[in-house]
Structures are given as structure tokens and as C-alpha cells.
């Protein structure tokens, strides 16, 4: 089954505590991007890949560190987190910039 | 950036009504608009999408259609159901970041 996934899907964390939000999707997609949802606010990209070791910033990459070592995996990584990044975070895939994006379940992280 | 704007940001339709979503633009290389639901609790999910080519496209009871010129692009649905309300986004391409998203519109059909 083509699926993203993305693990934790629930995370309580402290202030400055390192966490890593993995994604990691199964149909050969070269582009795949982090984004951020709040109440009215949409969802916002915080980074994109258009393929393995090529990645750049989307509108609110502060906070953020992301990797493409490989094809299918593009982890979140938030080096000191802080309470202004409890958010819903979805990781998302596709053929290409203009193709459909499939959105993995989301996780809904909590930082105190 | 690319700026889209959508309104309304909250829609109550009663089953079988029509309704309507609209986006604005800033970005005049855009083309390539899609539209996702997002269901409570659940991802977003494409639904319809419509390239710069074309000005309108159908699939069943929803419809896209984008002026180019006006820089903007409206979601229709027809015979609302009950199972259509969720929270809708639109979005257009800008530069090489794929996407950006309107700030969506909650959609609730009564019955």
C-alpha cells in the first residue's frame, strides 16, 4: 500500500529537549517537505527535499533541522524545542512540485 | 512570497445547497491550484486539482474554476452532504517550494 508515515504520532515534550519526528514514505518520491498546522493559519512549510541531500527552507524554517540521506526518509529534527513549536506537523510527498502530495498522519507534538 | 488568501473562513450551508470557497493569488507565474479537504483529525487529501491551461474542470459534484487574469480560483460543490463538511484548503505553486496553502474554511453541511 503507497502510504506516508510519520512516527511519533503523540509527543509530550519539555523545553530544550532534542526530539526527531521521523517520515518515511514507500512510492519512489523525489520531493517531500515538513509543514506546520495551526488554528487559521493553514499549513505552512517549514522545509522541503527535491531529492536526496538537496533540501531547503520553506516559509518558517526557524527552529528546525531536516536531513535527506536517503529517498524515502526525510526526519524533523528540533534541536532545542520550545513552547512556540507545539503545533500539528504533517510530512507530505510527491511525484514533483506540481503533482499531488500525500500527507502522512500527522503528529501532534506538545512542548512545556 | 506567494500569498494565497481564502475566504470565508467559515461556510453553513444546509444539505443540498450549494457551496462556494474562493482564493486569491499574488504570484502571477503560478499554475498549478489544487484544493484539499481535511476531515477532523484526519490529513489533508487532494480532492481537485486544475492547471493554468484550463478554466474550469468537474468531477461529479465538485468543480474548480481559476481566472488567470483576476488571479483567482473558486471551489464549487453541488447538493451539499452532510459527509462534505470538514475543512478545505486551497493552494497554488510558488517557486520551487511547491506549495503554499490558503488559511482554510470550515465547511459545516446541516442537515
Known amino acids: 500500500e503507497a502510504q506516508v508515515t510519520q512516527n511519533p504520532r503523540y509527543l509530550i515534550t519539555v523545553t530544550g529537549k532534542k526530539l526527531t519526528v521521523t517520515c518515511s514514505q514507500n512510492m519512489n518520491h523525489e520531493y517531500m517537505s515538513w509543514y506546520r498546522q495551526d488554528p487559521g493559519l493553514g499549513l505552512r512549510q517549514i522545509y522541503y527535499s527535491m531529492n536526496v541531500e538537496v533540501t531547503d527552507k520553506g516559509d518558517v524554517p526557524e527552529g528546525y533541522k531536516v536531513s535527506r540521506k536517503e529517498k524515502r526518509n526525510f526526519p524533523l529534527i528540533l534541536e532545542s524545542p520550545s513552547p512556540n513549536q507545539t503545533s500539528l506537523y504533517f510530512c507530505?510527498?510527491?511525484?514533483?512540485?506540481?503533482?499531488?502530495?500525500?500527507f502522512g498522519p500527522g503528529t501532534r507534538l506538545t512542548v512545556t | 512570497g506567494e500569498n494565497v488568501e481564502q475566504h470565508p473562513s467559515t461556510l453553513s450551508v444546509q444539505e443540498g445547497d450549494s457551496a462556494v470557497i474562493k482564493c486569491t493569488y499574488s504570484?502571477?507565474?503560478?499554475?498549478?491550484f489544487p484544493w484539499y479537504k481535511q476531515e477532523l483529525g484526519k490529513r489533508p487529501q487532494l480532492i481537485i486539482d486544475?492547471?493554468?491551461?484550463?478554466g474550469e474542470k468537474k468531477d461529479q459534484r465538485i468543480a474548480v474554476t481559476l481566472n488567470k487574469t483576476a488571479k483567482h480560483f473558486s471551489l464549487h460543490i453541488t447538493e451539499t452532504q452532510p459527509e462534505d463538511s470538514a475543512v478545505y484548503f486551497c493552494?497554488?505553486?510558488?517557486?520551487?517550494?511547491?506549495?503554499?496553502f490558503g488559511s482554510g474554511t470550515r465547511l459545516q453541511v446541516q442537515p
Open positions: 493552494a497554488a505553486n510558488t517557486g520551487r517550494r511547491a506549495l503554499t
Open positions: 507530505a510527498s510527491s511525484s514533483g512540485r506540481v503533482y499531488e502530495q500525500y
Open positions: 486544475i492547471r493554468s491551461n484550463v
Open positions: 504570484d502571477s507565474a503560478s499554475n498549478y
